[in-house]
């Protein structure tokens, strides 16, 4: 087990579940078996995924969000912070609430990883307010050091269709934070999903199977399980290979038992060292297919 404090200490915001592996409750474990310390605050609590059938949405005043906030961002051990990991919120308010965090945190240590999970569709559409979505796209992704769309998200988010990963590019491109990791990429392999990442010098597709009826959760635990690998000062496509390795596994197993939920707690070697084959290509580069 890695050592923890070399690890670093992460904030993530995002939804938790009272049951299930979504949200807050997929990153907080994956972080903490690779070794962080982590702070968690819940955005919206929900006895299970939506996906699952409606249940009860406990909600937080927008003051008292506001309110933690404030208190992390005097907490008397926030130089432990390395990183910040935001996913789901259940209003607009709480994004701008969180975007003076990372502000305010970036002042104290202007080193501090922000990575911006977008959590606000897929291929049926948004599923928050547009006044989340837009939140999220004008407050945090300047301030991010990651983002971790999809493509769908990615698509809403520059306003223009994604149907292949040349546009995906110039979108994360035209989007501004200097690193992009984007879920549902267009695979080269038949049967296949990507994870596109970009830099200012890689542009990496990571491909793998996919699956019928994924449970939920992937997207949150790629984004918590990316960012350590990066945290541990490992290479981009070596981070990029075995994170999504990692999910891939996770969902295969969780998959062959029939279960409706990530099995993170069964599966947390596969974090730690997944044996999942995953095809890795280097595409080329915006910038390159302008120089030439």
């Known amino acids: 087990m890695p050592d923890n404090s070399a690890a670093g200490t992460v904030i993530v915001i995002s939804s938790h579940v009272v049951r299930g592996s979504v949200g807050n409750r997929a990153a907080v474990f994956a972080l903490e078996t690779l070794g962080h310390q982590v702070w968690a605050l819940p955005t919206i609590i929900l006895p299970w995924h939506p996906g699952h059938g409606r249940s009860t949405r406990l909600t937080f005043a927008e003051a008292d969000f506001d309110a933690a906030i404030d208190d992390l961002m005097r907490a008397p051990w926030v ?6 990991l935001s996913g789901y919120f259940g209003n607009a308010a709480q994004a701008s609430s969180v975007a003076r965090l990372v502000s305010a945190l970036r002042e104290k240590n202007p080193e501090l990883f922000y990575v911006c999970d977008p959590v606000m569709g897929d291929l049926g559409g948004l599923y ?3 006044a989340t979505a837009e939140a999220i796209r004008d407050h945090l992704i300047p301030l991010a050091s990651l983002a971790t769309p999809n493509r769908y998200e990615l698509a809403w ?28 990429a267009v695979a ?17 597709l990571a491909e793998h199977r996919v699956l019928d009826k994924p449970p939920n959760g992937l997207g949150d635990l ?31 197993r969780a998959v062959k038992r029939g279960s409706d939920e990530l099995t993170l707690a069964s599966d947390a070697s596969s974090l730690s060292t997944p044996m999942a084959m995953v095809q890795m290509r280097r595409l080329m580069h915006p910038a390159q297919r302008k120089k030439s």
């Not at 149907?163 to 879920?183: F, I, K």
Request: charged fraction near 15%; charge should be negative.
């Open 79 to 84: 130089g432990e912070v390395k990183a910040v």
């Open 128 to 130: 928050v307010p547009e």
């Open 157 to 184: 988010m520059v306003g223009a269709p994604l149907e292949d990963n040349t546009t995906v590019m110039e979108a994360a491109l035209s989007l501004g934070p200097p690193r992009m990791l984007v879920t549902s």
């Open 188 to 204: 080269m392999m038949a049967g296949g999903t990507g994870n596109l990442y970009l830099s200012g010098r890689h542009a990496l």
């Open 222 to 252: 790629l984004a918590a399980v990316f960012l350590s690998r990066l945290l541990s000062g490992m290479d981009d496509e070596k981070a990029l290979q075995l994170a999504t390795a990692s999910v891939y596994e996770v969902l295969v």
